[in-house]
């Protein structure tokens, strides 16, 4: 904050605020934020039947879990931010230099201009992503959770596997996905993750992100699953391609070509190498084999809530030339889509000095049943 010459910043993302004070509710559908101040100051905001929330998920200080009315909420009339302007100027902030997370899903054109009315002393500028870099470098603590998220996504492939056949209604097997989720797996409860199972079979897995409907699986088709276990809000993506029956050529010969991907690119995943390094090193495997894909092929992940599991900062493109560190988390996406069909098989990866590791253990291959 300092550097970037701020003396408040207003933390909108969940994620966020999950991450500097604990603070974990299903609340983000209206306003709320954590207001945190290079003096010092720390508080949380929101709804008045939320802040008992506050209290149970935070270590706040009563004192520093503050609300707003409910003739606040989703009214036209007045905008939760505009009380929020009162609170500063009780403690003296009306006239700091305040940051915002302005290209974020949860904060909205209507709060930034009651901010900017009704704070006219104060200069405001966009922060977005400046805690959500602090998040990059994974502790020892989180690191832990998302291994632990790691085997409740291998749970759910194991159950995948066990109930998946021909006639199966998609959405039976989504109950089943979802069960398996919240079930958790060898201990670890399952927390929701921050997408719903997105599913495609057959000419749908030409569409990346397809979610699912009451169709029966076909025979002789391929479906692509992209899930993900979460454990205490922490997240391992994990996407897998299902075929019923025998698979095609077309099918056998792209898992060869994406498990080589996979392969080449676990050895990048080290201190000092770039995302674009990996990137490139990905498009030049493809190539050989005469493929192509021109979007990103992962990003960090971690901490999150609904509607992405990413952390929105890094992307592993050929133009990103961030430098990895130790402990620096990502979902490798190595998909591929083409016209009328598509194949999903993909890592979460931790940085260490000897290359990536797999948060997950499920079978890395092209799934038959």
Known sequence: MEAAGVELLIIYDPANMCWLTGYDGWSFYVHQCVVIGTDGTLFWYGRGIDAKGA???????????????????????????????????????????????KDNYYFSARAAESLYATLPNATFSDQTGLVNWQRAVKSPTEIIYMQRAGKVIEGVYGRIMQVAHVGMRKNDLVAEIMHAGAQGNEGHYGDYPSFVPLIGAGEEAAACHMTWDDQPLAPEEGMFLELAGAHNRYHCPCSRTLFLGTPTQKYLDIEKVINECI???????????????????????????????????????????????????????????????????????????????????????????????????????????
């Open 55 to 101: 209290e149970l998920t935070t270590d706040l200080s009563l004192d520093n879990i503050l609300a707003y009315p409910d003739d606040y909420v989703m009214t036209p009339d007045c905008h939760p931010m505009e009380f929020l302007a009162t609170i500063l100027q009780d403690k003296g902030l009306a006239k700091c230099t305040i940051g915002l997370e």
């Open 263 to 369: 392969l080449n690119a676990l050895q990048l995943f080290k201190p000092s190498v770039t995302c674009s390094e990996i990137a490139l090193n990905f498009t030049a495997t493809l190539k050989r084999h005469g493929y192509e894909k021109n979007n990103r092929v992962g990003y960090p992940i971690g901490l999150s809530y609904p509607p992405d599991w990413g952390e929105r900062t890094m992307s592993l493109r050929a133009n990103d030339h961030t430098v990895l560190e130790e402990n620096m988390v990502f979902h490798f996406m190595p998909a591929i889509w083409f016209d009328d069909w598509g194949f999903e098989m993909t890592e979460s990866v931790i940085v260490t000095p000897n290359g990536g590791q797999c948060l997950s253990n499920v079978p890395r291959q092209l799934l038959v049943r």
